[in-house]
């Protein structure tokens, strides 16, 4: 009989995703199975429409199960959305036992100490991550347990989400006849599944670009130092496709999966491209160049933003592992390509890591980084900080509005 089995639930904007897995020894896991359906109830992050969620999460989970040959009705669920904000609190303790010996008892009640605070009405306590200890005011311990002393302080970083989208999300879950073991923030969840420890102790810059909202970590001393969260992914790529070349949005989808670049210098070879027709209007022939070009100008504005976030944080010259691309985002070809020209570091494409036997191999792959992770739950042990900050207007839009009328004018006139 299975033991230890865990999963994990993946709330896409595109798509929502189950994964069962058996926890092994030694942190590795089985992939019993895994469930993919359709997402239509979320937006960027949020539930938008709670029977639609709830529906999706029913396939996914009957599919994850069917393959799995068991029921689950538990599972770890991936925050993430402009609505997640932190904040910084230090706080202390004094030990009070005889041997003056700081156990995990104490380190519980150092956390219930921080959950006393008062945050706003609307908000409730996601994560509370120690970012470092002290014990009498000797700093730099990452684990104090069965160190002596009288006095045991902590520098915490306070993850805090909006009370009506766990909510939502809680009321999703539970229609579709599961119950939340955790919800865990879902860079957090990405990171453990892609970055490799050397990674996040030389400093390291993960990008998941997902379909609604692409989520920034930035590491560095094996702990998470900065985060934010930005409102531009595939679905706005997928977007400009339709709106330049006038086709509907399964057309465009596939055109970029089929035929895009996220650069020209990828393009292998020059090529027209059949666009089909809507309405009166006829098939068309493009280049592949002019394709590429559409899509070249949506990320490149999204990595510079990204890069211009990075440098304003202060990490820049902190990320000497460099960046690591995930999420279905991440597939678009070219991506690494324009990802080291943009930022001008070391590019790779991350996919989930370590995850044992079973059916590991069919999902490693960038688009399955959060819900692997979500397996795994929240790496214990390592100090971690974020300052994460609702996504800024792009600057620059002008310049793509414009060249989107230039394409759709040429569309008129054929």
């Known amino acids: 009989m299975k033991k230890n089995i865990i999963a994990g639930l993946d709330l896409g904007t595109t798509k929502v995703c189950v994964v069962i897995a058996e926890k092994l020894d030694n ?8 469930g993919i359906a359709p997402s ?31 029921n689950i009705t538990l599972v770890n669920v ?44 609307d908000r409730q306590i996601l994560h509370i991550i120690p970012e470092e200890f002290s014990v009498d005011y000797q700093g730099g311990i990452e684990n104090p347990i069965g160190i ?51 990674e996040k102790d030389l400093g390291v810059a993960l990008i998941d670009i997902g379909g609604g909202t692409t989520d920034i970590a930035i590491f560095h001393n094996k702990a998470i130092k900065h985060t934010k969260v930005i409102g531009v992914a ?39 491209i059949l ?24 990320m ?11 440098r304003s944080a202060g990490f820049k010259n902190k990320i000497k592992a460099g960046i690591v691309l995930t999420g279905g985002g991440s597939l678009l070809k070219g991506c690494t390509e ?13 996919v989930p890591q370590e995850l044992g036997s079973g059916l590991s191999n069919e999902i490693e792959s960038p688009e399955f980084a959060t819900v692997a992770g979500l397996i795994k739950g929240i790496p214990g042990g390592k100090s971690s900080e974020y300052q994460i900050i609702k996504p800024a207007k792009i600057k620059g839009s002008n310049k793509l509005s414009q060249f989107v009328k230039r394409i759709q004018q040429f569309f008129d006139e054929l």
Do not use: W
């Open 78 to 121: 991936g925050v993430a959305g402009e609505h997640i904000t932190s904040m910084r609190h230090r706080n202390f303790i004094t030990i009070s036992n005889d041997e003056k010996e700081i156990t995990k008892a104490d380190l519980e009640r150092l956390e219930a100490d921080v959950r006393t605070i008062r945050i706003p009405s």
């Open 234 to 272: 595939g679905n706005q790529v997928t977007n400009d496709i339709r709106e330049s070349l006038g086709v509907v949005t399964e057309e465009a989808e596939k055109l970029k999966k089929d035929f895009g670049f996220a650069t020209e210098s990828a393009i292998i070879r020059e090529e027209d």
């Open 338 to 350: 324009l990802a080291e020209e943009v930022f001008g570091l070391p590019a790779r494409i991350g």
């Open 40 to 70: 239509e109830g979320l937006h960027k992050g949020l539930v938008a429409n709670i029977s639609k969620t709830a529906e999706a999460i029913k396939e996914a989970t009957a599919i994850a199960c069917n393959r799995a040959g068991i």
């Open 275 to 298: 666009i089909r027709g809507v309405g009166a209007r006829g098939n068309t022939k493009i280049p592949i160049s002019l394709l590429t070009q559409i899509i070249s100008l949506r």
């Open 300 to 310: 490149r504005e999204l990595f510079v933003l990204i890069d211009n976030e990075i």
């Open 27 to 34: 942190n590795r896991f089985d992939i019993l199975g895994f």
């Open 148 to 198: 002596s002393g009288s006095r045991l302080e902590a520098s915490n970083h306070i993850v805090l989400a909006s009370i009506p989208a766990m909510q939502n999300i809680k009321k999703s879950v539970e229609r579709a006849g599961l119950h939340i073991q955790d919800y865990i923030l879902q860079p957090i969840a990405s990171s453990s599944s892609v970055l490799e420890e050397s």
